[in-house]
């Protein structure tokens, strides 16, 4: 049975309140017996939301680049596997009781050392039924007995010592036994017989390795005196000598039909990787290992055509271009937001809850007061500061009534100051000092698209512009940079003054975009926005209608 991991996940580059919703869900999810749900994040932490989870010491979610169908999402975490010194025989009935199609062979510490496939195995059975046959095989003591189920008369210290068996069967008179036994190298031959004491002796005198006898006949004492004197193990079998012949030839260790050709995948490889490699496997299976070699799953080629292991919900955003990569290939069980609709197809009816709030920490919040859930302080804590941070302390023009009465609420569980605490959150993620243009324009950048035209807006608030109005020509070259490598009408940089609750806009677009533009123009290239300080509310309307007006 494959394992279903549940992501929770905000948008690229997530801000602090995307990436805190996720947090916060995902505990609400655990709290309410749901294990599988995982936060997650689709970038990196902007200084601010790294800071916030410091101050608070909580794990942040796991990062995950992209959500391209790779290995993981599709290989069973349920699995058989083999030591590599087990006997043929005991692997096969593994396979059988199992219902496996493959077996890993690893070796004592779990590495990969190759796989038992059904192929291996009727080439092998073939060999052995094979009346011409006259073969050698690795074998020991110890598997023989363990395959033939036989009981030991006489044993020594090297039964577990492996060796090159060639057998040999005591059903002829005793000279022309003799003269076989001759022909070969004592020291390697096991013996099986019945209840002939003539070749029992015969055997033991020449020294063989071993002697099998079948039937459960019984050895007389001074022939098992002579076998140890001789350093000869006796074996005592259930079965008759044909089937004994039969198999002993199972006794070898698994490791010597292992399928070494067979390379082991990565779990992080993607499906487009390994997808050769799968049609090629005789089995049409591929054992999964991680950094260490050892074995952790196995896929093969049918749990390609099934759904991934796999399934999502979005936090603060619904915009598929806002989304991580790859997410077309799974189910979305839910998207909780609270930004304009511009949503994808889905699969399934999904649970939607889109709010006019101001942060869909917000939403999260009051999820725990719903489903009767209390909120840890640790977690209280981090949703008020996704709530602060997304309303600019409650000042922004989203915050509504269910933000301020939320932020008052968690802030008794956490005894936590809102303005104190908001204004260290918002100061935490102002500074520019020592980090390049690129790393402050994706700390917060969303991309948008209106009809034909695609364009990007990322913001930062600071308590102070100077220090970016130094770097302007950094900033507008960066924005022009990616602006013209990705073809679109613009990209923007939206600097929000938290001290006077306003802005300036940086822009980088083509020719006919800034001729619309009717915002009060500082420099070439940079606008004043009065009074603007929510990219969602007051700024994408606004550059929505511009776009209208492009032909």
């Not at 599988?36 to 601010?48: D, F, T, V």
């Not at 099986?192 to 020449?206: A, H, K, M, N, V």
């Not at 390049?436 to 308590?463: C, L, N, P, W």
Request: glycine share 4%; net charge negative; proline share 3%.
């Amino acid at each position: 049975m494959m394992i279903k991991k549940v992501f929770i996940i905000g948008h690229k580059n997530p801000d602090t309140d995307s990436v805190v919703a996720a947090t916060a869900y995902a505990d609400l999810k655990q709290r309410l017996g749901h294990s599988e749900y995982i936060a997650a994040r689709a970038g990196k932490l902007a200084p601010q939301t790294e800071y916030i989870f410091k101050r608070f010491n909580i794990e942040p979610p796991v990062y995950i680049p992209d959500l391209i169908p790779r290995t993981e999402f599709f290989m069973h975490h349920h699995f058989q596997k083999v030591d590599e010194g087990v006997s043929l025989w005991e692997a096969v009935d593994k396979m059988i009781s199992t219902n496996a199609a493959v077996l890993p062979i690893v070796n004592v510490d779990g590495t990969y050392q190759g796989l038992l496939n059904c192929n291996a195995f009727a080439l092998n059975s073939f060999r052995i039924l094979n009346p011409k046959k006259d073969d050698i095989f690795l074998t020991s003591i110890n598997l023989i007995e363990k395959t033939l189920r036989a009981t030991t008369i006489v044993g020594f210290d090297d039964s577990e010592d492996f060796f090159r068996c060639s057998i040999m069967v005591g059903d002829d008179d005793v000279e022309t036994f003799k003269k076989l036994l001759e022909e070969k190298a004592s020291e390697n031959i096991v013996v099986i017989t019945g209840d002939r004491e003539d070749i029992q002796r015969l055997s033991i005198e020449s020294k063989v390795r071993a002697v099998i006898v079948t039937k459960d006949y019984v050895v007389s004492k001074d022939l098992r005196e002579l076998a140890k004197q001789n350093h000869v193990a006796i074996l005592s079998g259930h079965d008759s000598t044909i089937a004994t012949v039969m198999l002993i030839e199972y006794s070898s260790p698994v490791s010597s039909l292992a399928d070494t050709k067979v390379l082991p995948v990565k779990a992080s490889d993607t499906l487009a990787k390994i997808k050769i490699q799968l049609t090629e496997s005789p089995s049409r299976c591929l054992p999964v290992v991680d950094d260490d070699y050892k074995v952790i799953g196995i896929i093969n080629e049918s749990d390609l055509l099934h759904e991934p292991n796999v399934q999502v919900i979005l936090v603060d955003h619904n915009e598929p271009s806002q989304a991580v990569e790859g997410l077309e290939n799974y189910v979305i069980q839910e998207i909780i937001d609270h930004h304009r609709i511009n949503t994808f197809t889905t699969k399934l009816p999904i649970n939607f809850i889109n709010k006019t709030v101001g942060s869909t920490s917000t939403i999260i919040a009051n999820l725990y007061k719903e489903k009767r859930i209390s909120i840890p302080k640790d977690i209280a804590s981090l949703l008020l500061c996704g709530i602060l941070s997304d309303t600019l302390i409650l000042q922004s023009a989203t915050t509504t009534e269910e933000d301020e009465l939320t932020a008052e609420y968690l802030s008794n569980i956490t005894e936590l100051d809102i303005k104190t605490l908001g204004n260290e959150i918002i100061k935490s993620g102002s500074r520019i000092g020592g980090r390049t243009a690129e790393e402050v324009i994706h700390q917060d950048m969303k991309a948008y698209s209106d009809g034909k035209f695609k364009y990007t807006v990322s913001q930062i608030e600071v308590d102070s512009t100077h220090e970016i109005f130094e770097r302007k020509k950094e900033f507008l070259d960066k924005l022009e940079e990616e602006r013209h490598a990705s073809g679109d009408l613009f990209h923007a940089l939206l600097v929000t003054d938290i001290t006077v609750l306003s802005s300036v806009m940086f822009v980088a677009g083509d020719s006919k975009f800034e001729s619309v533009l009717n915002f009060p123009k500082k420099e070439n290239h940079i606008y004043y926005m009065k009074d603007i300080v929510s990219r969602k509310k007051q700024l994408i309307p606004l550059l929505s209608e511009l776009t209208e007006k492009i032909d």
